[in-house]
């Protein structure tokens, strides 16, 4: 556990709401949010600022005869992660670990999850990971690149380069029974503690709350990429989703964004892409 006394961590990283949810009987949503009002700093924009959560959040896919997890989650949440992967696992063995990127959000908890299953393997672009954790096997580190898959059973989880990386080892996977896609950074969305969203899927919501949440990013696909013209990912990530279209998409900063808030949600963020122009500072867009 990290090395910061456990109250605090407990009122940065929380779990509010339903938290594990079952989205599919097949689809575990685990994880919780950082929030601005644990802040050891205080909350950003003092008192007066609402206290606001950005999702710290990954999944479990039950397969037919394997299990994957994908992206182990920020390390501030495994004092909940332990017991929420008990909880929608129901004794079944963790198979494999995608890792998105090199980073705590996402990654954080990689040594403590393949301790706790032993016959876990992480797959991903792993090939600096023995530098994080010298204390794991390589052949529990396996490489995988475009278009690599692993069987689940009654399905293929496909790795798929990313269009746009936060970090140089950054990777897409994709369900092809769920048609869920996961891109770790995009299509995250902050919500405010008032609203009491922490569990909620846009869907769920009412269209007003729905409608003022995605207007406030988290993170964006574009986001210190100012200098380069992105019409050309947007098109990519287009095509992308002509040969892998989805019926799910998330990240580890949102719900699973589905139904009928899916083709908005893709669309506002292409449609940033498409018409930023080159120089202009992303954080002015919204
Ligand atoms: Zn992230
Ligand atoms: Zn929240």
């Given at each position: 556990m990290s090395?910061l006394?456990?109250?605090?961590v407990?009122?940065?990283y929380i779990?509010h709401?339903?938290m594990p949810?079952?989205?599919t009987?097949d689809?575990?949503?685990?994880?919780?949010?950082?929030s601005?009002?644990?802040y050891?700093?205080?909350?950003?924009?003092g008192?007066?600022?609402?206290?606001?959560?950005?999702?710290c959040?990954a999944?479990?896919?039950m397969?037919s005869?394997?299990t994957?997890?994908v992206?182990?989650?920020?390390?501030?949440l495994w004092?909940?992660?332990?017991?929420q992967?008990?909880?929608v696992l129901?004794g079944?063995?963790l198979?494999y670990?995608?890792?998105s990127?090199?980073?705590?959000?996402?990654?954080?908890?990689?040594?403590r999850?393949?301790q706790k299953?032993?016959?876990?393997?992480?797959?991903?672009?792993?090939?600096d990971y023995h530098?994080?954790?010298?204390?794991v096997d390589?052949?529990?580190?396996?490489p995988m690149?475009?278009?690599d898959?692993?069987?689940?059973g009654d399905?293929?989880i496909?790795?798929?380069?990313?269009?746009w990386k936060?970090l140089?080892?950054?990777?897409?996977?994709?369900?092809?029974?769920?048609?869920?896609m996961?891109t770790?950074d995009?299509?995250?969305?902050?919500?405010y503690?008032h609203?009491?969203v922490?569990?909620?899927?846009?869907?769920?919501m009412?269209?007003?709350?729905?409608?003022?949440?995605?207007?406030?990013?988290?993170?964006?696909p574009?986001?210190?990429?100012?200098?380069?013209?992105?019409?050309l990912?947007a098109?990519?990530f287009?095509?992308?989703?002509?040969k892998?279209?989805v019926?799910?998409?998330t990240s580890?900063h949102c719900?699973?964004i589905m139904?009928?808030?899916?083709q908005?949600v893709?669309d506002r963020i292409?449609a940033v892409?498409?018409?930023?122009p080159?120089?202009?500072?992303?954080?002015?867009?919204?």
């Amino acid at each position: 556990m990290s090395e910061l006394p456990k109250e605090t961590v407990h009122r940065t990283y929380i779990v509010h709401g339903a938290m594990p949810r079952m989205v599919t009987p097949d689809l575990a949503w685990v994880g919780g949010c950082a929030s601005s009002g644990g802040y050891p700093t205080g909350n950003i924009g003092g008192e007066a600022r609402q206290i606001s959560h950005d999702p710290c959040v990954a999944y479990v896919i039950m397969g037919s005869q394997k299990t994957i997890m994908v992206d182990p989650g920020h390390f501030g949440l495994w004092y909940s992660a332990d017991g929420q992967l008990d909880a929608v696992l129901k004794g079944r063995q963790l198979d494999y670990v995608y890792v998105s990127h090199q980073e705590i959000p996402h990654t954080g908890n990689l040594g403590r999850l393949l301790q706790k299953y032993p016959g876990a393997v992480a797959l991903g672009d792993v090939r600096d990971y023995h530098l994080f954790h010298p204390e794991v096997d390589l052949d529990r580190l396996q490489p995988m690149k475009h278009g690599d898959k692993v069987s689940l059973g009654d399905r293929d989880i496909v790795f798929l380069d990313a269009i746009w990386k936060d970090l140089s080892g950054t990777m897409y996977v994709y369900d092809t029974k769920l048609k869920l896609m996961y891109t770790p950074d995009i299509f995250g969305h902050i919500h405010y503690e008032h609203e009491n969203v922490c569990s909620t899927m846009l869907h769920e919501m009412p269209d007003d709350l729905a409608e003022s949440i995605m207007k406030r990013p988290g993170i964006g696909p574009i986001y210190g990429l100012k200098a380069r013209d992105q019409k050309l990912r947007a098109q990519a990530f287009r095509n992308m989703l002509k040969k892998y279209p989805v019926e799910i998409i998330t990240s580890g900063h949102c719900s699973p964004i589905m139904g009928p808030r899916l083709q908005p949600v893709i669309d506002r963020i292409l449609a940033v892409a498409d018409s930023l122009p080159r120089g202009l500072d992303f954080s002015s867009i919204f």
